[in-house]
C-alpha cells in the first residue's frame, strides 16, 4: 500500500521552512526518507522506527506520529541544495512474504528553493 | 567504495528483443530489489530478493524476471519487453531487513522500449 505524500510540490526562496508529510491507513514498522536530485539517485536521510520518534541533522528533521501512521519532514531555513524531489518510504508489518521489509515508497513531493 | 553498480545506463531497443539489466553490491548485503520510477507514480517496486535463491514479486512485476544466484548480483531479466516498460529503473540493496536498515541505490538504467 503505497504511502500518501503532501503537498505534491512545494516553492520556496532561500531561508523559507517547508514540511513534507507521508501518511498510511495503517500503523507501519519504519519510516524511510529520501532525496532525489534530478538524474540522479535518491539518498537516504533518516530512518525513524519508534512512535513519538524525532530525529535530524543539520536543518533537516523529521518525526513520527505516536500512532505510527504518519511522518512529517522538516526543512528548516531552506538552501539551493535542499532542492529535489522527497520520498517517504514505508514497510506495514506483516505486509510482505516471509516477514521481509522492503519499502514501499510514496509518490514524492517537488521541492524548488529558489534564490 | 562501498556501491550498488548498475549496466547498461541508458538503452534504447525493439518490442520483443530480450534485454537484461545487471546489478552489483559489494557491501554484502542481504536484501536487493529493483524499483521502476515513472512521472507522478514515485518508485514502484518490481521485484526483491531476501538472499540467494529466494525471491518475491513486489508490486508491479508482469513482464519482469529476476534472479539470485550469488550474493551481490541481482539481475532483472525483460524476455519480451514491451513499450510500456519504458522507464527509469533503480537496483537497491540493504544489510538485512529493509525496515531498519537504509537503501542503497545504484545510479539507475534508462530504458526506452520503441
Same mark, same amino acid.
Given at each position: 500500500?503505497?504511502?500518501?505524500?503532501?503537498?505534491?510540490?512545494?516553492?520556496?526562496?532561500?531561508?523559507?521552512?517547508?514540511?513534507?508529510?507521508?501518511?498510511?491507513?495503517?500503523?507501519?514498522?519504519?519510516?524511510?526518507?529520501?532525496?532525489?536530485?534530478?538524474?540522479?539517485?535518491?539518498?537516504?536521510?533518516?530512518?525513524?522506527?519508534?512512535?513519538?520518534?524525532?530525529?535530524?541533522?543539520?536543518?533537516?528533521?523529521?518525526?513520527?506520529?505516536?500512532?505510527?501512521?504518519?511522518?512529517?519532514?522538516?526543512?528548516?531555513?531552506?538552501?539551493?541544495?535542499?532542492?529535489?524531489?522527497?520520498?517517504?518510504?514505508?514497510?506495514?508489518?506483516?505486509?510482505?512474504?516471509?516477514?521481509?521489509?522492503?519499502?514501499?515508497?510514496?509518490?514524492?513531493?517537488?521541492?524548488?528553493?529558489?534564490? | 567504495?562501498?556501491?550498488?553498480?548498475?549496466?547498461?545506463?541508458? !538503452?534504447?531497443?525493439?518490442?520483443?528483443?530480450? !534485454?537484461?539489466?545487471?546489478?552489483?553490491?559489494?557491501?554484502?548485503?542481504?536484501?536487493?530489489?529493483?524499483?521502476?520510477?515513472?512521472?507522478?507514480?514515485?518508485?514502484?517496486?518490481?521485484?526483491?530478493?531476501?538472499?540467494?535463491?529466494?525471491?518475491?514479486?513486489?508490486?508491479?512485476?508482469?513482464?519482469?524476471?529476476?534472479?539470485?544466484?550469488?550474493?551481490?548480483?541481482?539481475? !532483472?531479466?525483460?524476455?519480451?519487453?514491451?513499450?510500456?516498460?519504458?522507464?527509469?529503473?533503480?537496483?537497491?540493496?540493504? !544489510?538485512?531487513?529493509?525496515?531498519?536498515?537504509?537503501?542503497?541505490?545504484?545510479?539507475?538504467?534508462?530504458?526506452?522500449?520503441?
Amino acid at each position: 500500500q503505497q504511502p500518501v505524500q503532501s503537498p505534491q510540490a512545494v516553492i520556496l526562496r532561500e531561508g523559507e521552512d517547508a514540511v513534507i508529510n507521508c501518511s498510511s491507513s495503517k500503523a507501519l514498522y519504519s519510516v524511510h526518507w529520501y532525496r532525489q536530485k534530478h538524474g540522479e539517485a535518491p539518498v537516504f536521510l533518516m530512518i525513524l522506527l519508534k512512535g513519538g520518534e524525532q530525529k535530524g541533522h543539520d536543518k533537516i528533521s523529521a518525526s513520527f506520529n505516536e500512532k505510527k501512521q504518519q511522518s512529517s519532514l522538516y526543512l528548516t531555513a531552506s538552501q539551493l541544495s535542499y532542492s529535489g524531489t522527497y520520498f517517504c518510504g514505508t514497510e506495514i508489518p506483516g505486509h510482505a512474504s516471509g516477514g521481509s521489509y522492503i519499502p514501499t515508497f510514496g509518490r514524492g513531493t517537488s521541492l524548488i528553493v529558489h534564490p | 567504495e562501498a556501491q550498488v553498480t548498475q549496466n547498461p545506463r541508458y !538503452l534504447i531497443t525493439v518490442t520483443g528483443k530480450k !534485454l537484461t539489466v545487471t546489478c552489483s553490491q559489494n557491501m554484502n548485503h542481504e536484501y536487493m530489489s529493483w524499483y521502476r520510477q515513472d512521472p507522478g507514480l514515485g518508485l514502484r517496486q518490481i521485484y526483491y530478493s531476501m538472499n540467494v535463491e529466494v525471491t518475491d514479486k513486489g508490486d508491479v512485476p508482469e513482464g519482469y524476471k529476476v534472479s539470485r544466484k550469488e550474493k551481490r548480483n541481482f539481475p !532483472l531479466i525483460l524476455e519480451s519487453p514491451s513499450p510500456n516498460q519504458t522507464s527509469l529503473y533503480f537496483c537497491a540493496s540493504s !544489510l538485512d531487513r529493509g525496515g531498519n536498515q537504509p537503501q542503497h541505490f545504484g545510479d539507475g538504467t534508462r530504458l526506452s522500449i520503441l
